[in-house]
């Protein structure tokens, strides 16, 4: 028998050299130059107001600071998403496809390295694509917080109004500019996106082609949003008071244990463009489900993975 | 030393399979087909071994069952006494697939460098280790180059540098030739060569009889699934009733003498004589590297 140590179950090492791997490689494919049309989109909104928006004599002026918020952080879901879905359904086919993948299980690499090395490699690159989107996200915003402010404080003052008045109204914009509650939103899309991949590596264990994983891995995303939806019309009484009956009850259930739902990350994401109370505590159970999603979905892949043959 | 410092390593084989089964399932009841069939061999530390047969015989299929990517329906597989399922066996494993494909982005350094932090090496020992690889396959020029660009014989190459990273003992080569030109396959069969020279266990498949012929000390001869034959590649491939004897520089009196010598002494009796041939590999080799000299002079002439 050999003299050399013996493998371990898991190695955060091994799963940390696969995820640089994984990262290196989505840099050299130049993932990063989506960000340019989102930098061009993000830049562009300073100079569209929005066609409800009635300028500085508006009831409510910080309702242009909303959309840009909204379409921001809808951008960055929307992108990181699909990155999420498209980067990790053609990662692992990829490497069985190219054969990279044997010679990587004939090294002392147990497949669970594997796996989280590639979700983790996925993962940062999303970390850091929605990092840039986020600074840019402020920096726009914040111009254009203190454009709505500067035009609100000219025209109230010209109407009359007293400084404190004005400097009430600006504190007002102010508050729906960049704040720690906007980051918790960006967080939220963060996380979600996460466990899109987590999803979508899933699906690539078993999966046999790369159209297959990114369709499924839609229609779960789709599902995930719209399922909290689903149950409340499944679990509780109907408009004529029908109570729901065991199938809807166990269909229900089961949708509710396999499909994430998104509904929570999207309320959040809601409610950071809202400006309204987000708490510190809020953020630890989205990021408590996050890590029991992608648990979940890795302890699958690997038992599925585990089994494979090449 | 290590905990297996009491056994002696000489007694453990290199490889063994043991009475391998494979069958793969069909897309409906009994459609499935049995690729492996009770299949046994076993490689003795530092030997050449050649699994050899038609495609779809059962060769790859052994091959990936020693190696842990496809489980055995029956039988067992070790490599130096670890069962081959086990991750830890891989570790004295250096794998080069058919046709191998590598990740394009990776330079050849940078491709040589991740398997040996697989393997669990790093700092200067990797970084060493690295160049002593590359130099190995002779691509220390092509180090910082991107894999994307390079040809079927470079990547071959860089695919014994990376299933050698490590400093395994044994090296599992499917078809390490195939698609590589005569000049690039004498490369690799020479580095085999001294891989053998170093003590290196090698488990090949090829389809190139030829060169499984010039490398290997034993061979195995899988059909449909079976072993067909096994053994000694001298005791397999000799004709015991046939004498060859080579002559150098023979007048043709000498070899009348011989002819006349044959029929008088009525016992056996003369086949066939004439020039033995050099091989068409060799020919174009010679060729080759005759006229790539002879251009080096012409141009070290004009400059």
């Given at each position: 028998?050999?003299?050399?140590?013996?493998?371990?179950?898991?190695?955060?090492?091994r799963?940390?050299?696969?995820?640089?791997?994984t990262?290196?490689?989505?840099?050299?494919?130049?993932?990063?130059?989506?960000?340019?049309?989102?930098?061009?989109?993000?830049?562009?909104?300073?100079?569209?107001d929005?066609?409800?928006?009635?300028?500085?004599?508006?009831?409510?002026?910080?309702?242009?600071?909303?959309?840009?918020?909204n379409?921001?952080?809808?951008t960055?879901?929307?992108?990181?998403?699909?990155?999420?879905?498209?980067?990790?359904?053609?990662?692992?086919?990829?490497?069985?496809?190219?054969?990279?993948?044997?010679?990587?299980?004939?090294?002392?690499?147990?497949?669970?390295?594997y796996?989280?090395?590639?979700?983790?490699?996925?993962?940062s690159?999303?970390?850091?694509?929605?990092?840039?989107?986020?600074?840019?996200?402020?920096?726009?915003?914040?111009?254009?917080?203190?454009?709505?402010?500067?035009?609100?404080?000219?025209?109230?003052?010209?109407?009359?109004?007293?400084?404190?008045?004005?400097?009430?109204?600006?504190?007002?914009?102010?508050?729906h500019?960049?704040?720690?509650?906007?980051?918790?939103?960006?967080?939220?899309?963060f996380?979600?996106?996460?466990?899109?991949?987590?999803?979508?590596?899933?699906?690539?264990?078993?999966?046999?082609?790369?159209?297959?994983?990114?369709?499924?891995?839609?229609?779960?995303?789709?599902?995930?949003?719209?399922?909290?939806?689903?149950?409340?019309?499944?679990?509780?009484?109907?408009?004529?008071?029908?109570?729901?009956?065991?199938?809807?009850?166990?269909?229900?259930?089961?949708?509710?244990?396999?499909?994430?739902?998104?509904?929570?990350?999207?309320?959040?994401s809601?409610?950071?463009?809202?400006?309204?109370?987000?708490?510190?505590?809020?953020?630890?159970?989205?990021?408590?489900?996050?890590?029991?999603?992608?648990?979940?979905?890795?302890?699958?892949?690997?038992?599925?993975?585990?089994?494979?043959?090449? | 030393?290590?905990?297996?410092?009491?056994?002696?390593?000489?007694?453990?084989?290199?490889?063994?399979?043991?009475?391998?089964?494979?069958?793969?399932r069909?897309?409906?009841?009994?459609?499935?087909?049995?690729?492996?069939?009770?299949?046994?061999?076993?490689?003795?530390?530092?030997?050449?071994?050649?699994?050899?047969?038609?495609?779809?015989?059962?060769?790859?299929?052994?091959?990936?069952?020693?190696?842990?990517?496809?489980?055995?329906?029956?039988?067992?597989c070790?490599?130096?006494?670890?069962?081959?399922?086990?991750?830890?066996?891989?570790?004295?494993?250096?794998?080069?697939?058919?046709?191998?494909?590598?990740?394009?982005?990776?330079?050849?350094?940078?491709?040589?460098?991740?398997?040996?932090?697989?393997?669990?090496?790093?700092?200067?020992?990797?970084?060493?280790?690295?160049?002593?690889?590359?130099?190995?396959?002779?691509?220390?020029?092509?180090?910082?180059?991107?894999?994307r660009?390079f040809?079927?014989?470079?990547?071959?190459?860089?695919?014994?540098?990376?299933?050698?990273v490590?400093?395994?003992?044994?090296?599992?080569?499917?078809?390490?030739?195939?698609?590589?030109?005569?000049?690039?396959?004498?490369?690799?069969?020479?580095?085999?060569?001294?891989?053998?020279?170093?003590?290196?266990?090698?488990?090949?498949?090829?389809?190139?009889?030829?060169?499984?012929?010039?490398?290997?000390?034993?061979?195995?001869?899988?059909?449909?699934?079976?072993?067909?034959?096994?053994?000694?590649?001298?005791d397999?491939?000799s004709?015991?009733?046939?004498?060859?004897?080579?002559?150098?520089?023979?007048?043709?009196?000498?070899?009348?003498?011989?002819?006349?010598?044959?029929?008088?002494?009525?016992?056996?009796?003369?086949?066939?004589?004439?020039?033995?041939?050099?091989?068409?590999?060799?020919?174009?080799?010679?060729?080759?590297?005759?006229?790539?000299?002879?251009?080096?002079?012409?141009?070290?002439?004009q400059?």
């Amino acid at each position: 028998m050999s003299d050399r140590p013996e493998t371990s179950f898991f190695s955060p090492r091994r799963a940390g050299i696969i995820a640089l791997s994984t990262v290196t490689q989505l840099v050299r494919m130049k993932v990063f130059y989506f960000l340019a049309p989102i930098a061009l989109l993000f830049v562009g909104l300073q100079f569209f107001d929005a066609f409800w928006y009635e300028g500085p004599e508006a009831s409510q002026p910080q309702q242009e600071l909303m959309m840009h918020k909204n379409l921001c952080l809808g951008t960055m879901m929307l992108f990181s998403s699909l990155f999420a879905i498209v980067s990790t359904a053609l990662l692992i086919p990829g490497d069985i496809e190219d054969r990279t993948l044997y010679t990587i299980l004939c090294k002392p690499v147990p497949r669970l390295d594997y796996l989280v090395g590639k979700l983790l490699g996925v993962i940062s690159v999303i970390f850091v694509a929605m990092l840039v989107m986020d600074i840019l996200m402020v920096v726009t915003l914040n111009y254009r917080t203190q454009v709505v402010s500067a035009e609100l404080g000219e025209y109230l003052g010209a109407i009359g109004w007293g400084e404190e008045e004005v400097r009430q109204g600006q504190a007002e914009v102010a508050s729906h500019g960049p704040s720690l509650i906007l980051q918790y939103g960006v967080l939220a899309h963060f996380f979600k996106a996460s466990i899109i991949a987590a999803v979508a590596l899933l699906i690539s264990t078993f999966s046999t082609s790369t159209l297959f994983t990114i369709a499924s891995s839609v229609m779960i995303w789709i599902i995930g949003a719209v399922q909290s939806l689903a149950r409340e019309g499944l679990f509780t009484k109907g408009e004529y008071g029908v109570e729901p009956g065991m199938v809807d009850r166990i269909l229900g259930t089961i949708i509710s244990l396999v499909f994430p739902d998104f509904q929570l990350f999207e309320s959040v994401s809601d409610g950071a463009a809202r400006v309204m109370e987000i708490g510190m505590f809020d953020m630890l159970h989205l990021g408590g489900l996050t890590f029991f999603y992608i648990a979940i979905y890795t302890v699958l892949s690997w038992f599925v993975f585990s089994d494979k043959e090449f | 030393m290590g905990r297996y410092a009491g056994l002696i390593m000489s007694e453990v084989p290199a490889v063994q399979v043991n009475r391998l089964v494979k069958d793969f399932r069909g897309p409906f009841r009994g459609g499935g087909i049995r690729a492996v069939d009770e299949v046994s061999l076993s490689i003795a530390p530092g030997e050449v071994y050649g699994l050899i047969g038609p495609n779809g015989s059962g060769k790859s299929t052994t091959m990936k069952a020693v190696l842990g990517l496809v489980k055995p329906t029956a039988g067992s597989c070790a490599i130096f006494g670890r069962d081959s399922s086990k991750v830890d066996s891989r570790m004295e494993v250096g794998f080069l697939p058919e046709n191998p494909y590598f990740y394009k982005h990776l330079s050849a350094a940078e491709t040589v460098s991740f398997y040996g932090k697989l393997c669990g090496m790093r700092g200067a020992a990797l970084k060493a280790r690295v160049d002593e690889m590359l130099e190995l396959v002779g691509l220390e020029e092509a180090r910082h180059r991107r894999l994307r660009g390079f040809s079927k014989g470079m990547l071959q190459r860089i695919g014994l540098a990376q299933a050698l990273v490590q400093d395994p003992r044994l090296v599992v080569l499917d078809e390490p030739t195939a698609g590589v030109d005569p000049m690039g396959s004498r490369q690799i069969r020479d580095l085999i060569l001294d891989l053998k020279g170093r003590g290196i266990t090698v488990f090949l498949c090829s389809h190139l009889l030829e060169q499984v012929q010039e490398i290997c000390d034993r061979v195995g001869i899988i059909h449909r699934g079976k072993m067909v034959n096994e053994g000694d590649l001298e005791d397999l491939t000799s004709i015991h009733d046939r004498t060859e004897i080579i002559l150098q520089d023979a007048p043709p009196e000498l070899l009348e003498q011989i002819r006349n010598l044959v029929d008088q002494a009525n016992k056996g009796e003369l086949v066939s004589e004439g020039h033995p041939r050099s091989s068409l590999e060799s020919l174009f080799l010679k060729e080759t590297i005759e006229a790539e000299s002879k251009q080096k002079a012409v141009s070290t002439k004009q400059s």
